[in-house]
């Protein structure tokens, strides 16, 4: 129905008495005085009882697609059905969930729900705003990114045949380079080699499959001492004694 708010505000309040738990958390001494009991409102037999107000504003629904209200609050016929406490009854209360003892307790909010629904509107478009900064600035970074990319590949289509010369002549001489240093340092550790050689040699002796001068025995090298070769000149004597 199309109403305006000055006439859902002049619909009934509508008052829930809920029976209390058996079993009360806090003693209490003068239920008469105390905001939510039946007490407070004049009730005798039961001044315990839980009582919930649930305004016009929380069971009248506004569409502002058609600026009307509607109805969302309802009874069942049959009490056997079950009762369901919906986001409208529980609207404008804390309640508490016991558990354990499968309790409820309600009393009335000192929360302004209508400014903390405004600012969760404005945070809301906070969040908005810089999710939508982020974005523009991820867009620029990879417009610049494309641009260098851009760029480099302009600047590789006027190099030509030239920058594939130039990389090919690199790579041809840093095989070069690795080829040589293989080389020289094969022939260290060959130096190193001979050195130890003359070094532990006993005198006049030479080691199996080197010569005298320290030499790398050869076919062509007849002064070699290879085991089971004639030699063919004098050795030396050997030392009675190795020192």
Not at 174 to 191: E, P
Request: with cysteine; glycine share 8%; hydrophobic share 35%.
């Amino acid at each position: 129905m199309s109403l305006s708010a000055e006439e859902v505000a002049k619909l009934p309040t509508i008052l829930i008495q809920i029976e209390s738990a058996d079993e009360q958390i806090v003693d209490v001494s003068d239920p008469y005085s105390v905001t939510g009991l039946a007490g407070e409102l004049g009730e005798e037999d039961t001044p315990t009882d839980i009582v919930v107000a649930v305004p016009p504003q929380h069971y009248m629904l506004y569409n502002p697609n058609d600026d009307t209200y509607h109805a969302s609050f309802r009874f069942l016929d049959d009490q056997f059905e079950g009762v369901i406490l919906g986001a409208n009854f529980l609207m404008g209360h804390d309640v508490h969930f016991d558990v354990d003892k499968k309790r409820i307790g309600f009393s009335e909010s000192t929360c302004d729900y209508e400014d903390i629904v405004e600012d969760a509107i404005n945070d809301y478009a906070e969040y908005q705003q810089k999710t939508l900064e982020e974005q523009e600035t991820l867009a620029a970074s990879a417009t610049l990114g494309s641009t260098e990319a851009s760029g480099r590949n302009e600047w590789n289509s006027k190099c030509g045949g030239w920058c594939f010369f130039g990389k090919f002549a690199a790579g041809t001489v840093a095989v070069v380079a690795a080829v040589g240093s293989v080389r020289l340092y094969r022939k260290y550790q060959l130096k190193q080699f001979r050195r130890d050689i003359r070094r532990n040699s006993v005198p006049g002796v030479p080691m199996p499959g080197m010569n005298e001068r320290g030499e790398q025995w050869s076919p062509q090298d007849k002064l070699s001492n290879m085991p089971g070769r004639v030699v063919e000149h004098d050795m030396a004597p050997l030392p009675s004694r190795l020192t």
